[in-house]
């Protein structure tokens, strides 16, 4: 019973791990950039330029 649960514990970390690398590449970052211009824009006020690719990593640590 013990090892069955270990196994499905095992799989179930591998499938969120997967999903977790996966993302990104699924995911176009590009489309955020005006939703992130225009929060930054209510937030502060002031105008956000942003220059070169946005790039989205869920692994190791989540970054836009």
């Given at each position: 019973m013990l090892k069955?649960?270990?196994i499905g514990l095992?799989?179930?970390v591998a499938?969120?791990?997967a999903a977790l690398l996966a993302a990104?590449?699924?995911i176009d970052?590009?489309?955020f950039k005006?939703?992130?211009a225009t929060a930054i824009r209510d937030v502060t006020g002031r105008e956000l330029a942003m220059?070169?690719?946005v790039k989205l990593r869920l692994l190791p640590s989540?970054?836009?």
């Open positions: 069955k649960v270990a095992g799989a179930f499938l969120v791990v990104p590449l699924l970052a590009e489309s005006p939703r992130i220059t070169g690719p989540p970054v836009v």
